[in-house]
């Protein structure tokens, strides 16, 4: 007669296999009529569509037959999803985005510059950023938890041996922190006065294999806490594509978007946020880069 325990981990050990099969499948559905994403904009721009009239913010996707007006003094740089390429807009501008390269109706031509991913970058399809979300699967079954995890939640690693970080509840507070792998075997666990953990070298991930981290403490008056996340080592074949990939610290901000966005589709969502964040500081105003600068 099977246990509850024994329940428990066929479960977990099921729930590993959706995660591992999942990891590795990105959606390839279209996007609808989505032709272009905007990777950068100074100024104001309108895009007008479905019978309304809408502000432009960078990340927007822009689909075919939009019409974007440009305003005086302003720049919007516009990727092409399939193509790659890139357009640079001085305003005032009208523009129409069609389904192979824009039309400007009226207004300066636009720059047009070469795919932005680097070497072999035209062999990249740039995916509308939150198209690609959700291809990790969480295998945790607690819930309420409190401890605010700040790197490997649900995410792909470019670190080999990572670094696990958390908000620090309070002073003076031990941590005891755990790493499972798919079958739910503990494979590490260690206490820790600190809101950060490095596991030693001796600890060996597997690439491409899902695991589970769990943090919790217990405080003076008896109360616990705990989170826990899904995460896995990025395979050394993607590793090398981001490096190859990668923009220069120079490059143009767009280039640097369009970057951080092939990461966040390809589940790099760790490596996509530090991007995200350095774009936020460049343009504060734009409210899509602040929020996933802050996810």
Do not use: C
């Amino acid at each position: 007669m099977k246990t509850q325990a024994d329940f428990s981990a066929m479960l977990r050990r099921w729930l590993g296999v959706v995660f591992f099969a999942t990891l590795g499948i990105l959606p390839v559905a279209g996007h609808g009529a989505g032709v272009a994403m905007v990777t950068d904009l100074q100024g104001k721009a309108t895009v007008a569509g479905d019978g309304r009239t809408r502000d432009v913010t960078i990340l927007a996707e822009l689909d075919a037959g939009a019409q974007v007006q440009l305003a005086a003094g302003a720049t919007l740089v516009a990727l092409y999803l399939d193509g790659g390429d890139e357009y640079v807009f001085k305003g005032p501008a009208s523009i129409v985005f069609r389904s192979v390269q824009p039309d400007v109706t009226s207004g300066a031509k636009p720059e047009k510059r070469s795919p932005s991913l680097g070497k072999g970058g035209n062999t990249i399809r740039i995916k509308p950023v939150g198209m690609a979300q959700g291809a990790m699967v969480m295998r945790g079954f607690r819930t309420g938890a409190r401890i605010q995890l700040l790197n490997l939640h649900k995410t792909r690693t470019l670190e080999t041996q990572p670094e696990f970080r958390w908000q620090e509840l309070q002073a003076g507070v031990k941590y005891q922190i755990e790493i499972t792998d798919d079958t739910g075997r503990v494979v590490h666990e260690a206490q820790v006065d600190a809101a950060s953990y490095k596991p030693p070298a001796s600890l060996v991930l597997r690439e491409g294999a899902p695991y589970t981290w769990e943090v919790s403490a217990r405080l003076a008056d008896g109360r616990k806490y705990a989170s826990s996340a899904d995460f896995a080592l990025a395979p050394a074949a993607l590793r090398t594509q981001a490096e190859a990939l990668r923009p220069a610290a120079t490059a143009p901000l767009s280039s640097r978007i369009a970057y951080a966005a092939w990461l966040d589709q390809v589940e790099l969502k760790d490596e996509a946020r530090k991007y995200w964040k350095a774009a936020a500081a460049e343009r504060p105003e734009d409210p899509r880069l602040k929020a996933l600068a802050d996810q």
